[in-house]
């Protein structure tokens, strides 16, 4: 129900990665671009004990900046469209769209801004950042696997970054309500995502 991030998030992985030995990938400062049509920010939240609920949102951008001289002073800021949220039944994605979760009228994104960048292994790394859901912005850590950067052959041979991340948050933190226990407070992102090297 809060899904995150550029989202976002989210693409810094490669931040972290291109430091730990990939240095031909790119140079210091170079942007990417979040790749729309191959990033997906999934989430996931408990219906009454019986089922998963998932969706996603379909209208995200978001831009990276990799400085491998530095990694820890590299960024990624994502922006998703809260409207574009869709867990595959109209009638629900309007309920969503309501006062009650994401008010909409009111809140029109969620934005993620990494803050600090850990590596916890050759091709992992810990994201952490600030979430804004709602005008409520707090702490989010990802925990992020970079899964490759190079040329791609189906895009003009442009550079593209992979990851894939994870975080968890409760959605009362964000002044999100509803419904709770009936449905979950607690909300798992996962974040699949390809940026392109400007």
């Known amino acids: 129900m809060s899904e995150t991030m550029k989202r976002s998030f989210q693409v810094t992985v490669a931040v ?9 990938a790119a140079s210091a400062g170079d942007l990417y671009d979040l790749d729309p049509d191959h990033t997906q920010t999934v989430f996931h939240i408990d219906h009454l004990g019986y089922s998963t609920v998932t ?27 809260a409207s574009s949220v869709d867990t595959g039944i109209p009638s629900r994605d309007e309920d969503l769209r309501s006062s009650e979760f994401f008010d909409i009228a009111r809140h029109q994104t969620l934005t993620f801004r990494t803050t600090k960048v850990k590596r916890r292994g050759p091709r992992s790394a810990d994201l952490s950042g600030e979430l804004t859901l709602l005008g409520i912005s707090k702490p989010v850590t990802l925990r992020t696997t970079f899964n490759r950067i190079a040329p791609d052959p189906l895009r003009n041979n442009r550079v593209v970054a992979g990851f894939t991340a994870t975080t968890t948050i409760r959605r009362s933190d964000f002044g999100m309500k509803a419904f709770i226990p009936l449905i979950g407070d607690v909300v798992r992102i996962d974040i699949n995502a390809e940026a392109i090297r400007r």
Do not use: W
């Open 55 to 81: 969706g996603s949102f379909r209208q995200l951008k978001g831009v990276l900046t990799l400085d491998e001289a530095h990694p820890e002073q590299s960024l990624v800021e994502a922006t998703i469209e």
């Open 16 to 24: 972290l990665l291109c430091s730990a030995g990939l240095s031909s």
